[in-house]
C-alpha cells in the first residue's frame, strides 16, 4: 500500500482526536512515566497524552514515514520512531503505557500482536486500545457491494488481507488470558458531515484507500469515488438541515499488567455502549 496522506487524514482532525481524548480519560489507575503511541500516525493521538502527562517520556510509533515527517513538525517536543509495530519491538524496552488509537486494523495477526504489546508493559503497565468496528457500518458494506459490482470486480485482488477487522468478543476472548482487570466498550459517534462527499473524503484517508491504490490512473480513481458517493446516498439520508449524519463505532479496551496478582483476582469486565 502506497504510504499514508496526513494532510487528507486530518481534514477531520477534530472527529479523529475525540476517541482519544476518550480513551486516555479511562486510564485512570496507572500514572505513567514512560509511555508509547503505538500506530501514531501524524501525532495527534500521541499529543493527547502528552498533554495530560506532560513530565512523562512518550515516543510515538509509526510505519509511515509521511505520518512521522508531519508529527515531527507538528510536535517537536516529543520522540518520533518510524518503525513496523508489527515487527519486533524488544528493543524499545518495557513501558507503563501502552496506547494505539484506530492503528492496529492494518496490523495482521491480532492475537500475536495484543499479546507482544502487553508483554511490553512493566508490572503495574496498561495497554490501552482503540480499533474501529466498521463491519455492520454502510461505509463498509457499500465500499464491498461496490467493488464486487460488474463494473469494478477483479480490480481490487491486492485489498485482500490489508485490513483485519474483528468484533469485541474476539478481542475479549483474548485480553481475558493476559489480565483479570479488562474493560472493554463500544462507543458509536454521530459525526455530521456537509455532504456525502465529505463521508468519501473521510474514508479515503482509510478504508478506501487500498482500493484507491489499486486504480493506478487519476481518471478510474475519480469515477470510483463517484460511484462510491452515489451509493453512499442511498445509505445515509440527507438530515432536516441538509446535512449528513455520519455514524461511526469503535471498539475499546485496556487491560493492566499485574502478575502477581492474575491468578487471584476477580474478572472485571465492563461493557459501555452509547448506542
Same mark, same amino acid.
Given at each position: 500500500m502506497?504510504?499514508?496522506? /496526513?494532510?487528507l487524514y486530518? %481534514?477531520f482532525?477534530?472527529e479523529?482526536t475525540q476517541p =482519544?481524548?476518550?480513551l486516555s480519560? &479511562?486510564?485512570?489507575t +496507572?500514572?505513567?512515566?514512560?509511555m508509547?503511541d503505538?500506530?501514531?500516525? /501524524?501525532?495527534? =493521538?500521541?499529543?493527547v497524552?502528552? +498533554?495530560?502527562w506532560p513530565?512523562?517520556?512518550?515516543?510515538g510509533l509509526?510505519s =509511515?514515514?509521511?505520518?512521522?515527517a508531519?508529527?515531527r513538525a &507538528?510536535? /517537536?517536543?516529543?520522540?518520533?520512531?518510524?518503525a513496523?509495530? =508489527?515487527?519486533d519491538?524488544t528493543q524499545?524496552? %518495557?513501558?507503563d503505557? +501502552? $496506547?494505539?488509537n484506530?492503528?492496529?486494523?492494518?496490523m495482521?495477526?491480532?492475537?500475536?500482536l495484543l499479546?507482544?504489546?502487553f508483554n511490553?508493559?512493566n508490572?503495574?503497565?496498561?495497554?490501552?486500545i482503540?480499533?474501529?468496528?466498521?463491519?455492520?457500518m /454502510?461505509v463498509?458494506?457499500?465500499?464491498? %457491494?461496490?467493488?464486487a459490482s460488474?463494473k469494478? %470486480?477483479?480490480?481490487?485482488?491486492e485489498?485482500?488481507g490489508?485490513?483485519s477487522?474483528?468484533?469485541? *468478543?474476539?478481542y475479549?476472548?483474548?485480553?481475558?488470558?493476559?489480565s483479570d482487570?479488562?474493560?472493554l466498550?463500544?462507543?458509536r459517534y454521530f459525526?455530521v458531515m456537509?455532504?456525502?462527499?465529505?463521508i468519501v473524503?473521510?474514508?479515503?484517508s482509510t478504508g478506501l484507500?487500498?482500493?484507491?491504490?489499486?486504480l493506478?490512473d487519476?481518471?478510474?480513481?475519480?469515477?470510483f469515488?463517484m460511484?462510491?458517493?452515489?451509493?453512499?446516498?442511498?445509505?445515509?439520508p +440527507?438530515q432536516?438541515?441538509?446535512?449528513?449524519?455520519?455514524? $461511526?463505532?469503535?471498539? $475499546? $479496551?485496556?487491560l493492566?499488567?499485574d502478575d502477581?496478582?492474575k491468578s487471584?483476582?476477580?474478572?472485571?469486565?465492563?461493557?459501555l455502549? *452509547?448506542?
Open positions: 502506497s504510504d499514508w496522506e /496526513p494532510n486530518l %481534514k482532525d477534530r479523529r =482519544s481524548i476518550d480519560m &479511562k486510564i485512570l +496507572v500514572r505513567p512515566r514512560r508509547i503505538i500506530g501514531c500516525g /501524524p501525532g495527534n =493521538s500521541t499529543n497524552l502528552k +498533554v495530560r513530565q512523562a517520556e512518550i515516543i509509526d =509511515s514515514n509521511a505520518m512521522i508531519e508529527a &507538528k510536535y /517537536p517536543m516529543i520522540e518520533w520512531l518510524c513496523d509495530a =508489527s515487527g519491538l524499545l524496552g %518495557k513501558f503505557l +501502552v $496506547f494505539s484506530a492503528a492496529i486494523q492494518w495482521p495477526r491480532h492475537e500475536q499479546r507482544k504489546l511490553m508493559l508490572a503495574g503497565g496498561m495497554l490501552a482503540q480499533v474501529p468496528n466498521t463491519e455492520r /454502510p463498509y458494506i457499500e465500499l464491498g %457491494k461496490l467493488a460488474d469494478w %470486480k477483479g480490480r481490487f485482488a485489498v485482500a490489508v485490513h477487522m474483528h468484533d469485541a *468478543s474476539f475479549y476472548d483474548i485480553i481475558c488470558g493476559l482487570e479488562v474493560d466498550w463500544e462507543t459525526h456537509n455532504t456525502h462527499a465529505d473524503k473521510w474514508y479515503s484507500k487500498p482500493y484507491l491504490d489499486c493506478k487519476d481518471a478510474p480513481r475519480a469515477e469515488q460511484d462510491f458517493e452515489n451509493a453512499l446516498r442511498g445509505a445515509y +440527507v432536516a438541515d441538509g446535512r449528513v449524519l455520519f455514524p $461511526f463505532t469503535r471498539i $475499546f $479496551f485496556t493492566k499488567r502477581a496478582a487471584r483476582l476477580p474478572l472485571h469486565f465492563k461493557t455502549t *452509547s448506542d
